[in-house]
């Protein structure tokens, strides 16, 4: 009897100790699913907070260089928050321009401008360049236009302005914060104003971010971009066109004034 007293004792404390074990390998695993799980959400909504702080910054970036390029101001900074982000001012659009009066061609020489870009987390980007503002996804650039670019398109006139973007010294710079000094540059010049009525007028974008352009410049009423090269990151755009009875979007029209424009813009990036 005492011997059967020992082994049922035995297999109570077997039992207790196993169920013990069991308890804290599951509070365990439930502390490690639940903080990982948790990170991960507080990762995102930080990471989301930041692009968010960053949209604010790049519209006021957008004002800073409107004061430039519109009302003639000499400088202008941003201070930019970035976090985990990184601030560069490297890549390189190129536009296009040329008109038909008639028979004859005109076009202007291509514009460059660097467009200065926020690269947060899951490759997401915010892009300003000339003027135009983009929130950027995906290797394919794929987004939303925060602010249209420059342009005037009615059905009397056409006005283009390019704030023409240069990046001077480091271009790209990490860490807590940073810091966009635009200055104005000398030789800022008209390029053409005409008073006359043109048949024809294109604007082709070479870029990284030329579906962004595409879905800017085509969304406005007087504005058609009906060819496109992927394989050169090109868009090319019809600005008052001649029309299209099958498209109603589509009205037509001979601007009676053509303006073309470009402000050169020094850009240094600091911390």
Same mark, same amino acid.
């Given at each position: 009897? =005492?011997?059967?007293?020992?082994?049922?004792?035995?297999?109570?404390?077997?039992?207790?100790?196993?169920?013990?074990?069991?308890?804290?390998?599951?509070?365990?695993? =439930?502390?490690?699913?639940?903080?990982?799980?948790?990170?991960?959400?507080?990762?995102?909504?930080?990471?989301?907070?930041?692009?968010?702080?960053?949209?604010?910054?790049?519209?006021?970036?957008?004002?800073?260089?409107?004061?430039?390029?519109?009302?003639?101001?000499?400088?202008?900074?941003?201070?930019?928050?970035?976090?985990?982000?990184?601030?560069?001012?490297?890549?390189?659009?190129?536009?296009?321009?040329?008109?038909?009066?008639?028979?004859?061609?005109?076009?202007?020489?291509?514009?460059?401008?660097?467009?200065?870009?926020?690269?947060?987390?899951?490759?997401?980007?915010?892009?300003?360049?000339?003027?135009?503002?983009?929130?950027?996804?995906?290797?394919?650039?794929?987004?939303?236009?925060?602010?249209?670019?420059?342009?005037? =398109?009615?059905?009397?006139?056409?006005?283009?302005?390019?704030?023409?973007?240069?990046?001077?010294?480091?271009?790209?710079?990490?860490?807590?914060?940073?810091?966009?000094?635009?200055?104005?540059?000398?030789?800022?010049?008209?390029?053409?104003?005409?008073?006359?009525?043109?048949?024809?007028?294109?604007?082709?974008?070479?870029?990284?971010?030329?579906?962004?352009?595409? =879905?800017?410049?085509?969304?406005?009423?007087?504005?058609?971009?009906?060819?496109?090269?992927?394989?050169?990151?090109?868009?090319?755009?019809?600005?008052?066109?001649?029309?299209?009875?099958?498209?109603?979007?589509?009205?037509?029209?001979?601007?009676?004034?053509?303006?073309?424009?470009?402000?050169?813009?020094?850009?240094?990036?600091?911390?």
């Amino acid at each position: 009897m =005492t011997r059967n007293r020992s082994l049922a004792a035995d297999d109570r404390s077997v039992s207790e100790v196993v169920g013990y074990v069991l308890v804290i390998s599951l509070v365990i695993t =439930t502390v490690g699913v639940v903080s990982v799980s948790g990170v991960s959400v507080l990762q995102d909504a930080r990471e989301a907070e930041q692009i968010e702080n960053a949209k604010r910054a790049f519209d006021l970036l957008a004002d800073n260089m409107g004061d430039i390029y519109r009302e003639g101001a000499p400088s202008r900074s941003t201070e930019i928050q970035l976090g985990s982000a990184q601030l560069v001012a490297q890549e390189t659009t190129r536009f296009n321009v040329s008109w038909y009066n008639g028979s004859d061609r005109e076009r202007a020489s291509p514009l460059y401008t660097n467009s200065v870009i926020y690269r947060g987390g899951g490759d997401r980007r915010l892009v300003y360049d000339s003027g135009a503002v983009f929130s950027l996804s995906g290797p394919n650039g794929s987004g939303a236009v925060l602010r249209e670019p420059p342009f005037v =398109t009615t059905t009397d006139r056409v006005l283009l302005t390019f704030p023409q973007v240069r990046s001077q010294g480091t271009t790209a710079v990490s860490g807590s914060t940073a810091l966009v000094r635009a200055t104005t540059q000398p030789q800022n010049r008209r390029l053409l104003e005409r008073n006359t009525t043109y048949d024809d007028i294109w604007v082709n974008v070479t870029s990284t971010h030329w579906r962004a352009w595409q =879905t800017a410049l085509s969304s406005r009423q007087q504005v058609a971009c009906p060819i496109t090269d992927p394989g050169n990151s090109t868009v090319h755009c019809q600005l008052l066109p001649a029309g299209d009875p099958d498209d109603p979007s589509i009205p037509g029209g001979s601007p009676d004034v053509f303006s073309l424009a470009k402000t050169k813009i020094s850009v240094s990036l600091t911390r």
